[in-house]
């Protein structure tokens, strides 16, 4: 699902990616979701039908199962509302806010689903700086249930079958090139985990990879730095708070 905002001007200085499971929020929101069952936990036999790269699909199973339980709606969408945002996360959305018109445009890119991420940015109010939102679609039916499809198919070995972070990004970014007319001058891309190594990796030399301090994205660029020398390109800046990427993109807003 693609959630088309307005449209967006093309003076846009800089273009900023945001994963949202333990980047934005910090929790997974397929996790947080189970403590709507009653019990709050999953069968084994339901759990153990996951298979590696398949995560969309056991997830499918997992909010059927939500159904049969007779979880509601406004059930799942109260879960999502309390997940606490990561430290500092609030104070980047205000200081993207507070910046003039050109500088940022900001995209969401997630391997959660629509219903999670809309349920928790409308709540804290921060979906409205978001231009673009990429992530698995998720509509409730006629029956109550919440029906998950995959945001796309793709070829790449290292990602999950559903959605390759890459190929967004590449395919956003020269489509966006096509309509500016010119290159943004950095592109940032704030992340946390293996699937947002991928994205990152396609980055340049002026880009900026603001990778979560000892999280999986952190250990595969430095792994890489060691093992390929060279062939991860862009500025790795480790963050704990995203009080820190804060004061790194005040120093690129001055450039």
């Known amino acids: 699902m693609t959630s088309q905002g307005p449209h967006i001007p093309s003076d846009k200085r800089f273009l900023i990616f945001f994963d949202f499971d333990e ?4 929790e997974t929101s397929d996790d947080q979701v189970v403590q709507t069952v ?3 936990f ?22 059927g199962y939500l159904a049969e339980q007779g979880v509601t709606e406004s059930d799942i969408r109260a ?3 309390k997940i606490p945002a990561t430290p500092g996360m609030l104070t980047l959305f205000q200081f993207l806010r507070t910046r003039p018109q050109t500088d940022f445009e900001v995209v969401l890119l997630s391997d959660a689903n629509s219903f999670f991420i809309e349920s928790w940015l409308r709540r804290t109010g921060a979906r409205a700086l978001f231009h673009r939102i990429f ?27 559903n959605m390759c972070k890459q190929v967004v990004l590449r395919d956003y ?11 943004y001058q950095r592109v940032f891309y704030v992340g946390d985990g293996a699937n947002d190594f991928c994205p990152a990796a396609s980055l340049g030399p ?36 995203a009080e820190e990427v804060v004061e790194r993109l005040r120093k690129h807003v001055a450039e």
């Open 206 to 241: 002026r880009d900026v990879a603001f990778a979560r301090r000892d999280f999986p994205m952190h250990r595969l660029i430095i792994e890489t730095h060691e093992s390929m020398p060279g062939q991860f390109k862009a500025v790795t800046v480790p963050w704990v708070s």
């Open 23 to 26: 980047t934005i929020v910090d």
């Open 38 to 40: 009653p019990g709050q």
């Open 79 to 81: 879960v999502m509302e």
């Open 173 to 183: 970014i020269m489509r966006r090139t096509q309509e500016r007319g010119r290159p």
């Open 135 to 161: 992530t698995n679609p998720a509509t409730f039916n006629k029956d109550g249930r919440l029906v998950l499809r995959p945001f796309h198919s793709h070829d790449c070995p290292r990602c999950p079958v």
């Open 42 to 63: 999953l069968p084994t036999w339901l759990k153990d039908t996951y298979h590696p790269g398949r995560y969309n699909e056991y997830m499918q199973r997992v909010l």
